[in-house]
């Protein structure tokens, strides 16, 4: 890592990061890669837009619990309007969704 990759700590506490609930999931039409998520941050939901299509099925995404940035301005992507990012670790077979593995936590919980 080179000394411009670096951010402060302040910078680092600008970004929310939380473990939201998975309610639905879809495939974006037109796009292998996208999918539309609506997931729960307890007290609210609402739809992000994942390009995870290609390693992960829908079906198999609904109840699992994954981390997410929920303060990121919203962005259009393919006409859909998507109110955070899921996080996910990139390898040679595809995204990797991160996700919280000993036990299940509330939607909403924040992750420091």
């Not at 609904?62 to 301005?73: K, R, S, T, Y």
Request: glycine share 8%.
């Amino acid at each position: 890592m080179t000394d411009q990759n670096l951010i402060s700590y302040e910078d680092f506490t600008k970004v929310h990061l939380r473990v939201v609930t998975i309610l639905e999931a879809e495939r974006v039409p037109k796009s292998d890669k996208l999918l539309r998520l609506t997931v729960t941050l307890g007290e609210e939901e609402r739809q992000i837009i994942a390009g995870i299509g290609q390693t992960y099925e829908p079906s198999t995404l609904v109840g699992q619990q994954v981390a997410a940035v929920i303060n990121l301005e919203p962005r259009s992507i393919m006409g859909l309007e998507s109110h955070g990012m899921i996080l996910a670790a990139s390898t040679d077979q595809g995204p990797v969704i991160l996700s919280p593995r000993n036990s299940e936590v509330l939607a909403g919980s924040i992750i420091r």
